[in-house]
């Protein structure tokens, strides 16, 4: 059974430019979770999808944003670039079953701003 | 807010040595409490988990056993190996009022030499 899958492995992007991460759950997995880890700050968690719908985000900024396709596949948005925004970005998914469900990781994508 | 607390390292140990990284935690309710391994340049591995207390989770020769008394959720291997060098995160599930969200840990990394 393949696992969560990321898009693109590394991506470098300039200031102020936008950058689009994809992420495909387990099949079967109806959540999906976007994490950062950046340097120094540790796992912090970004935005929950399920069944389509964004359930709960973390403490960032609206420039943060994303989606869940019908067919669970999940985008992360970042508009208007900062270097504090490099970082490697960790999606993760869940069979969404009930509370506390075990997340499932991606291999990340290395996000470079320069 | 709900939170984990691990001992940071970095952990330097021979092969065949015992390890213990310590996690505490802070939470309402009832968490459920994983462990993460983070091996270099790769994203986060299941490790074992533990969904109330007194449980023990167990996988590679890991364990860890979900203290309710003390908050704690310490990781234990007997005799650690070369492969076993990653960094490790302890987690909580925060899934109150409607959150579903992993905390993290700062992360321990480990080192084992032969």
């Known amino acids: 059974e393949a696992g969560v899958t990321q898009s693109p492995t590394h991506l470098i992007k300039t200031r102020g430019q936008q950058a689009t991460l994809r992420c495909s759950p387990i099949?079967?997995?109806?959540?999906v979770y976007w994490y950062q880890q950046a340097l120094g700050l540790g796992l912090q968690f970004l935005l929950w999808?399920?069944?389509?719908?964004?359930?709960n985000r973390g403490n960032f900024p609206p420039r943060f944003s994303g989606r869940q396709f019908p067919n669970y596949s999940s985008e992360l948005n970042v508009n208007a670039l900062e270097l504090e925004d490099s970082a490697l970005y960790l999606c993760?998914?869940?069979?969404?079953?009930?509370?506390?469900?075990?997340?499932?990781f991606g291999p990340g994508t290395r996000l470079t701003v320069l | 807010g709900n939170s984990v607390t691990q001992m940071e390292g970095p952990v330097t140990l021979s092969e065949e040595a015992f390890l213990t990284i310590n996690c505490t935690y802070t939470?309402?309710?009832?968490?459920?409490l994983f462990w993460y391994v983070q091996y270099p340049g790769e994203g986060l591995q299941l490790l074992l988990k533990?969904?109330?207390?007194?449980d023990k989770g167990s996988n590679k020769g890991f364990e860890a056993t979900y203290r309710k008394e003390t908050t704690s959720f310490h990781l234990e291997k007997g005799s650690v190996q070369v492969s076993d060098s990653a960094v490790y995160f302890c987690?909580?599930?925060?899934?109150?009022?409607?959150?579903?969200?992993?905390?993290f840990g700062k992360g321990t990394k480990l080192t084992v030499n032969p």
């Open positions: 533990a969904t109330k207390a007194d």
């Open positions: 099949s079967g997995h109806t959540s």
């Open positions: 993760a998914s869940s069979s969404g079953t009930g509370v506390a469900d075990t997340q499932y």
């Open positions: 939470a309402t309710g009832y968490p459920s």
């Open positions: 999808y399920d069944e389509g719908e964004e359930r």
């Open positions: 987690a909580l599930s925060d899934y109150g009022g409607g959150s579903e969200k992993l905390v």
